[in-house]
């Protein structure tokens, strides 16, 4: 049996024929594994369409004894992948997540499990977000859905997408979040080694450049020596200095290894920082800003809503951690 954890909310998730365990992995590790130390954890059961085996990436073959009746009947529901984008989702699937979604239950998918969703009817009229490489797919099959590929996850209340495999992490992570506070989101956080809050807005892409040549290697260097200079002046010229390279030229390697521009970049990173101090801290509003390198509260507040959708003392309200 397949079922894991203590009796708390139950979880399911859809193991399919073909699919990388990579995507079950995260969501076993986040939701499967047993942790007393918060109280009433969830209850993970792995489903197939079929039970019995099902094979998975490298020739090795899981087993499980439980179908789409189990899946239909949890309280969260995770499609972590379909096997092929362009199949139709199959009638029993689409039967499944309809049945669960009916009843209120919370469905979510990682990377391509988009389509299935998407398939079943849950994503029309809503905004979804799938891996970079699948949105035009997704628009192009699933004209009623509005297709955002910028951002590593969306919550749409009982239906929430994510972008390619490890963004499922920061999806899975945000409903622990969601569901018992920040302080035990990062706790989990924490044990898994990752960063405790990557917000859904951000880009699908690395903040940080693979060092494939030379250049890029010297504006991944400029972009350390930022993030631990956040609260102190960064200017553009700065950086390119640190790159050893014009501003002109740096400007357009930053662009092509990071899809951004040094100050878009430089605001969502100090944005981020922000929170671990409104979550932990009772610091003024105004401190905050100066902190993470704001010239006024006045900037700050604008950049955050911008990021976040609220204001940083609603954002307080709902996350600060209880001393």
Request: net charge neutral.
């Amino acid at each position: 049996m397949l079922t894991i954890g203590r009796r708390g909310p139950a979880v399911s998730v859809l193991a399919f024929e073909g699919m990388s365990v990579f995507e079950m992995g995260i969501v076993t590790e986040v939701f499967g594994l047993p942790r007393p130390e918060f109280g009433r954890w969830y209850e993970l059961t792995i489903c197939a369409e079929t039970p019995g085996p099902v094979r998975v990436v490298g020739g090795a073959t899981l087993h499980t004894e439980h179908g789409l009746d189990t899946f239909a009947a949890a309280d969260t529901l995770i499609v972590p992948g379909v096997p092929d984008v362009d199949a139709d989702t199959s009638p029993e699937l689409v039967a499944a997540l309809r049945q669960a979604h009916a009843r209120g239950a919370r469905i979510m998918s990682i990377c391509s499990g988009a389509f299935a969703l998407a398939g079943a009817g849950l994503l029309d009229g809503r905004r979804a977000t799938t891996h970079w490489r699948y949105a035009d797919a997704l628009r192009r099959r699933h004209p009623a859905v509005e297709v955002d590929a910028d951002v590593l996850y969306i919550d749409d209340g009982t239906v929430l997408t994510s972008a390619g495999s490890a963004a499922g992490l920061d999806l899975c992570l945000h409903v622990v979040r969601r569901d018992h506070g920040p302080s035990v989101a990062n706790a989990v956080a924490r044990r898994l080694v990752v960063q405790p809050h990557r917000e859904g807005g951000q880009a699908q892409f690395v903040e940080a450049p693979v060092a494939a040549d030379p250049e890029d290697a010297r504006v991944a260097g400029s972009m350390e020596w930022a993030l631990a200079n956040l609260g102190e002046p960064i200017t553009v010229d700065a950086l390119a200095r640190r790159a050893h390279m014009s501003t002109r030229t740096y400007l357009r390697h930053f662009a092509r290894a990071t899809g951004t521009t040094p100050i878009r970049w430089l605001i969502d990173r100090r944005v981020q920082a922000s929170l671990a101090l409104l979550e932990s801290t009772r610091a003024p509003i105004e401190a905050i800003a100066t902190a993470v390198g704001f010239e006024t509260a006045v900037t700050y507040r604008h950049h955050f809503g911008q990021a976040m959708k609220t204001s940083p003392s609603a954002y307080r309200r709902a996350f600060q951690v209880s001393a």
